[in-house]
């Protein structure tokens, strides 16, 4: 005989039938405050340094210690190289690669608007920062006493920049299609860390002075920016993908 309870089946928490999951943290849309801060500090940092003023030689001095150092002859080189590849682009896209085929498999309505944020970043990405570093024309660490000149192309710093806007276009896609939330938690330290531990890595090494570092997180930063502004007027509505609710 039958109880008068009734036992539900458990749905597949993978069932792209059903509403994405409540995030639990925000899609890391930079708010107007954050990218107000960094166009200033992109713009105060580049005029100071083609005016040959106070950061050049900070840049310098810090380059002495780091230099000293010797790490790029250490056995410290490899692991602190395999760091700074959390902003390298082949390494991201990788991680984008496989985030995208997950869509693929389980939610097939999220891919054309997933891939087109990807490819939206990546262009934007490498035509403003490379426009960046050709029209300033800095030299690396490698090359002292010469810093700005038509053959240099140290800042800013391309992998920072990359390792803030493709973190922060793959925390979006994590939070926006309901991944897990363990998987949702290490995408928002990847976004945060990630530039971050790039940034040191570059320095540490000598391959970056540290206002390169600080300007290419600031220009990632906008440009991650700019994609979301893109994807709100024009991606998402072009591709008829209302997402879910997600705080900033």
Not at 76 to 85: G, K, N, R, S
Not at 196 to 220: K, S
């Amino acid at each position: 005989m039958a109880s008068g309870a009734v036992q539900r089946t458990a749905e597949p928490a993978d069932n792209p039938s059903r509403p994405a999951a409540r995030p639990v943290i925000g899609v890391g849309r930079p708010p107007w405050w954050l990218l107000t801060l960094a166009a200033l500090l992109a713009a105060v940092v580049t005029v100071d340094l083609l005016s040959r003023g106070r950061l050049e030689r900070m840049d310098l001095r810090v380059s002495e210690v780091v230099s000293a150092w010797e790490l790029r002859d250490s056995g410290a080189y490899w692991p602190i190289w395999a760091v700074t590849q959390a902003g390298g682009r082949g390494f991201i896209l990788i991680v984008l690669a496989a985030l995208v085929g997950w869509l693929v498999w389980r939610r097939r309505a999220a891919v054309p608007l997933a891939v087109v944020r990807v490819l939206v970043a990546l262009v934007l990405l490498t035509t403003v920062v490379y426009a960046f570093k050709w029209g300033t024309g800095r030299t690396a660490p490698a090359y002292p006493g010469s810093f700005f000149h038509r053959d240099g192309s140290s800042y800013p710093s391309g992998h920072v920049a990359n390792a803030v806007i493709m973190w922060g276009v793959a925390r979006w896609q994590v939070v926006q299609f309901g991944l897990p939330d363990r998987v949702q938690r290490a995408a928002w330290v990847l976004s945060l860390l990630g530039p971050v531990a790039t940034g040191v890595a570059m320095v540490a090494l000598d391959f970056h002075w540290v206002t390169d570092a600080v300007v290419g997180a600031a220009v990632g930063v906008l440009l991650l920016g700019v994609v979301h502004l893109v994807d709100e007027h024009l991606l998402s509505r072009w591709l008829h993908v209302r997402p879910g609710p997600s705080p900033d």
